[in-house]
Structure formats: C-alpha cells, structure tokens
C-alpha cells in the first residue's frame, strides 16, 4: 500500500509556487484571458460591454468581480461553436455532455489546450501516488465525454501504461485486472463499487488482483462511500474532480499525503467561491457556488463560469508542499437539492445517513414523487448479503424487516428533519452504474 512519504510531484516548480508569484502569473494570463475572449468571442464583447468594463483598468485579480458570470445555459444557446475563441481548423478535439436536460454543451480544445490538459492529469495523478511505469486501468468511459480521454493522454503523458477499458463489461474489466495486474484503478466511485461486489458475488479473490490506489470522481460522493470502498477493495481512494466546461478530468485533485480537500490546479484555473443566490463573492472557508475562470485556454476559454458545484476553499498550507488552494469535497450539485416537505437536503446528506447503518449496502436511489400537491421521497436502499444470510428468506423477515426499517426512518428524522418512505430492497435490485449513477428518480414532472 502506498505511504505517506511517498511524496512525488510531477511539477514542483509550479505546484508549489510562493503565493504572491502565483497570483502575479494568474493576473498576467487573467488579463489575456479576457483581451482574447472580448476580441475573438462575441458573446463575451456584448456581455462586456453592456457591463461597461474596461479592460485596461484591470489590475488585480480581485476585479474579476465586476465580471459578468457565464452560465451553462449560454452555452446551450450559443450551441455548438458559438463560444469558440479559435476557428475550428485551429481545434483538434470536442467534447460534449450528454444533453439530457436539453441541448449538450459543446467544448473544444486546441493543441496547446490538449497539451495543458495533460499536464494537469499527470500532476492530479503525481498527487494520487501514482508513479511512472505504473498501469493504469481506466475505468471512465471513453467518447464524447471527458473523463476517458482526458485521463488517457494524462497518463500517457505521465509515463504510465493505460488500459483502455472505459466503462461497462463488468466481469471483463475484473478479468483485465487480474491479468494486466493495474495498480491503480481510474474510475466513478460508484463503478469501482459495483466492481467490487460483482468480485465478491463471482467468489474472486481480493488478491488476484493488484489494485492498490483508486482516482474516483465524476460525482459527488461521501467520505462514508469512501470508506466503503476502501474496505471492500483494500485500496486508497481518492477524490478527483474536474468539468467539460472548465477542462475535464484534472481541475482539482486530493493529494495521498493530505487526504483533505482537492488542489486546485489554479496556474491554470482561477475559483472563486459565490453565493448561489446573489453572486456575492465569499470568503475562504464558505460554502457557496464554484466558479472558475480558465487562464490559458485557448479554444474554449470560460470567463466566470458558474459549476453549479457546492463547496468551499481552504488556503492552509498542505503537508505535501503544494501551495495551490484547496476545495472541500463537493458536497453535492446545487440542483440536485430536494424539497421534500420544507426539509432542503442533498442526495449525499442520504448516502453520509445510510451509509452509517451496518446492514445496508451503499446501493440506493431516491424516487421523489408528488402526491396531492406535496412531494414525497422513497428511499430504495439494498440490505446487505449478509443480513439476508442472518434472516433466511428475503421476504419472509416481516418483524426484523419491518425493525430496520423503522430503524432507518428514524435516523433520517434524527439526522436530517425529514420524513420519508424506506422500501428495503434484495441485493443486486437497485441499478448498477457503469459511469455516472443515477442517485435521484424525480417522478414529480410526469404528475404536474
Ligand atoms: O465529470 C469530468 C470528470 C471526469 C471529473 C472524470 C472527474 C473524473 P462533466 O461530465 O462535465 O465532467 O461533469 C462535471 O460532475 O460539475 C460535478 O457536478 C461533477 N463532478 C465531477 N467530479 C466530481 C467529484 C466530468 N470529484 C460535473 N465530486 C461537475 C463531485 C464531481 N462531483
């Protein structure tokens, strides 16, 4: 397993920049950041100009708050090019979300974007533990969306060598594993558990394989599932996070030494962090709304963009050594907040109170529904394998089935306010993730 002293940084020089140097290069590519977004993308001049900003007056970085915000929905209505700082010839690749809540958003990068790419996902991985010569099983799927390439040629770059395997084909993928003998698994969180359990309902031995270090991100997950997983797969989990829109995979990375909180890559991407209902700039060390301005990218460059991502910063100085600013975990997509009966809550703060009763498996959806004009919330949650061996029969367990349930209900009334139905399902029957899971089940637009 890797150590704590095992501290290697792939660029020192930069990761570990004195502050005051660091904000001087930021403010220098901050500045050609927006001359090249005013002169080439007309978006940006109108939204410039209708906030009478004058660029040559721009001299600290704590200007950018007079900066309009962009949104994910001007990129939608700017579909697909519109925002493209570079002519297409100059592009050497395009990304894309999946679109399923309307257009997809489209990104474009060039040559030098590619290189920039690179250079943050072999720091990311540096900071995970990750050495040169290393194999790499790549778990994120690979196409339009980011995490698969963009983890590739970081690791190309890195010196590791890659297994392509992108997501799905389950028993292959553990089969790859066992032969190819990866040491670190690239990967959703929630994939990298459904790996685990299909090990141990296929009687595979932990130590056919040689994982011992997993780079998770995509979504948002609890140090609860962390510790699930590293219990099941007897490996170090850590958080990557990143987005299309700002790069992809390689934003912010969690450092093996530390384990508390992301590096944020801030050479090349500037946060901020707001308040989602007033776009307020807050303070180091308050939860609000990410907000990144990309430094030096050249194809699609993003000024302000709202993530939409709820975290906070944190400035204290690492044990690693690197100086670049630090982001909580996330705790959860600002959208993705439910009302349920006047009680706000997140899908995590669920998964943090399921997680810590012994006999569940972390395995759950919410289907959240409207019945005469209140929403409800089904909390779909498997028992554990074991649980099912203690009580015989899954179906015929009516007094202890009926106990954790209430058991559950409680907790989430204790833990949370908030009341809702618990349906306790049979191992393997909520849907598995092979990318991205699907946590949230909103039935509520089917009955407005
Ligand atoms: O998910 C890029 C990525 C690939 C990151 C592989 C990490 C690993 P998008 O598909 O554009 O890009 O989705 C971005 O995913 O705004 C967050 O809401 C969420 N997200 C990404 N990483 C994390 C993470 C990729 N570590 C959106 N924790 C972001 C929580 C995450 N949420």
Redesign the pocket.
């Known amino acids: 397993m890797p150590t704590k002293s095992d501290t290697f940084i792939w660029n020192k020089q930069a990761e570990c920049l004195p502050r005051a140097e660091l904000e001087q290069l930021q403010l220098k590519r901050l500045k050609s950041t927006l001359e090249r977004v005013y002169h080439k993308v007309p978006f940006y001049t109108g939204k410039f100009d209708e906030a009478k900003i004058k660029l040559d007056s721009f001299n600290s970085l704590d200007d950018i708050q007079c900066l309009p915000f962009t949104k994910k929905t001007d990129l939608r209505e700017n579909y697909p090019f519109g925002l493209f700082a570079e002519p297409l010839d100059n592009v050497r690749r395009i990304h894309a ?1 999946s679109g399923t809540k309307g257009k997809p958003t489209v990104v474009g990068y060039t040559e030098s974007d590619l290189d920039d790419w690179k250079e943050v996902c072999a720091r990311s991985l540096a900071a995970a533990g990750a050495k040169p010569g290393d194999i790499i099983h790549n778990a ?1 799927g690979y196409g339009l ?3 698969g390439l ?1 983890m590739h040629y970081g690791a190309e770059n890195f010196g590791a060598t890659v297994v392509p395997a992108s997501g799905g084909r389950t028993q292959q993928q553990i089969l790859l594993l066992q032969d190819f003998g990866a040491r670190i698994l690239c990967s959703t969180p929630s994939y990298a558990l459904n790996m685990a359990f299909q090990m141990q309902d296929h009687g595979i031995p932990r130590d056919s394989i040689k994982l011992e270090i997993g780079i998770f ?5 609890t140090e609860e599932l962390r510790a699930q997983i590293e219990k099941v797969l007897e490996i170090k989990a850590l ?7 700002v790069m ?2 390689g934003v912010s990375m969690e450092c093996l030494q530390g384990r508390n909180g992301l590096h944020i890559w801030e050479d090349y991407f500037l946060p901020e962090i707001v308040n989602p209902d007033t776009g307020e700039k807050l303070p180091y060390g308050e939860e609000g709304e990410l907000v990144f301005t990309s430094l030096t990218k050249q194809a699609f460059p993003v000024v302000r963009y709202r ?3 709820l975290t906070r910063l944190f400035s204290e100085t690492c044990v690693c050594g690197r100086t670049m600013v630090r982001m909580e ?2 705790k959860a ?1 600002i959208d993705d907040m439910l009302i349920i009966r006047g009680v706000n809550l997140f899908p995590s703060e669920i998964e943090k109170c399921l997680l810590s009763i012994e006999d569940l498996s972390p395995h759950y959806q919410l289907v959240v529904n409207r019945e005469r004009a209140l929403d409800v919330l089904e909390v779909q949650v498997e028992v554990t394998e074991d649980l099912v061996k203690r009580w015989g029969e899954f179906n015929n367990c009516g007094v202890e089935f009926e106990a954790l349930t209430m058991k559950i209900q409680c907790l989430m009334k204790d833990m949370l306010g908030l009341t809702a139905d618990v349906k306790l399902m049979q191992p393997r029957t909520v849907p598995r993730s092979e990318g991205k899971a699907v946590r949230v089940v909103d039935l509520r637009k089917e009955t407005k």
């Not at 991100?217 to 997950?221: L, T």
């Not at 958080?239 to 829109?245: A, K, M, P, R």
Request: hydrophobic share 25%; net charge negative; proline share 8%.
């Open positions: 979300s994120y969306f980011t995490g963009g991100g995509a979504e948002p997950w958080d990557i996070y990143g987005l299309s829109e992809g995979p993530t939409g991502d975990r996330v997509r």
